[in-house]
């Protein structure tokens, strides 16, 4: 399914709690995504890296921080900043680099419960 | 940037019946469009997609058209079966550009 994985399945948070979601592709992809999803909605991009050590904002950045410290892995920290955070999460991949489509393939998800 | 909208935002069809999904999009720098498949609590799946040299793209029961001049394509199912219900996503994006804009999502429900 992909060469993406996400873990855990599913995680429960206490308000005012930080929590990390983790994202690893094998697919050598160079860029990386986070979605986030709520029921019946669309999917809202997060946050996105081109390439190691470089990621830049997507349409809803605050409240949740990222790193990309090596090419296969993405992770997503959701902040006690985040006024509203029990969702769907989706990391994606895709193959990036110059001259190339946006085929992006989308890992199993994470579906995380503030309590 | 790029806004694409999508319609309608639920499809209910008979079983073997023919389903239509349209979207539309606003940057004519597009040229990328791909539609994904979501089945209840599972990962989008790329199904199948359309790049702005070709009309037309078939593969089996699904097939995809693109009208560059009014800006929009569509997601042609045929011979729908229950497998098919889930919703589909279009979305659009421009050669080397890093994001994908999706439309909102059409709910197909296949009644047997």
């Known amino acids: 399914d992909g060469g993406i994985t996400q873990s855990p399945k599913y995680l429960f948070r206490k308000e005012g709690q930080n929590v990390t979601l983790s994202c690893e592709q094998n697919?050598?992809?160079?860029?990386m995504y986070w979605y986030r999803q709520d029921p019946g909605q669309g999917l809202r991009l997060i946050y996105y890296?081109?390439?190691?050590?470089?990621?830049q904002k997507g349409d809803i950045a605050e409240g949740y921080s990222v790193s990309r410290e090596k090419k296969e892995s993405f992770p997503l920290t959701v902040t006690s900043a985040q006024k509203n955070p029990t969702a769907f999460y989706l990391c994606?991949?895709?193959?990036?680099?110059?001259?190339?489509?946006?085929?992006?393939?989308f890992g199993p998800g994470t579906r995380l419960t503030v309590l | 940037g790029e806004n694409v909208e999508q319609h309608p935002s639920t499809l209910s069809v008979q079983e073997g019946d023919s389903a239509v999904i349209k979207c539309t999009y606003s940057?004519?720098?597009?040229?990328?469009f791909p539609w994904y498949k979501q089945e209840l609590g599972k990962r989008p799946q790329l199904i199948i997609d359309?790049?702005?040299?070709?009309g037309e793209k078939k593969d089996q029961r699904i097939a995809v058209t693109l009208n560059k001049t009014a800006k929009h394509f569509s997601l042609h199912i045929t011979e729908t079966q229950p497998e098919d219900s889930a919703v589909y996503f279009c979305?659009?994006?421009?050669?080397?550009?890093?994001?994908?804009?999706f439309g909102a999502g059409t709910t197909v429900t296949v009644r047997a």
């Open positions: 979305a659009a994006s421009a050669f080397n550009d890093y994001k994908l804009s």
């Open positions: 890296s081109q390439i190691v050590n470089d990621f």
């Open positions: 940057d004519s720098a597009s040229n990328y």
């Open positions: 994606a991949s895709s193959k990036g680099g110059p001259n190339s489509y946006n085929e992006q393939f």
């Open positions: 359309i790049r702005s040299n070709v």
């Open positions: 697919l050598n992809h160079d860029a």
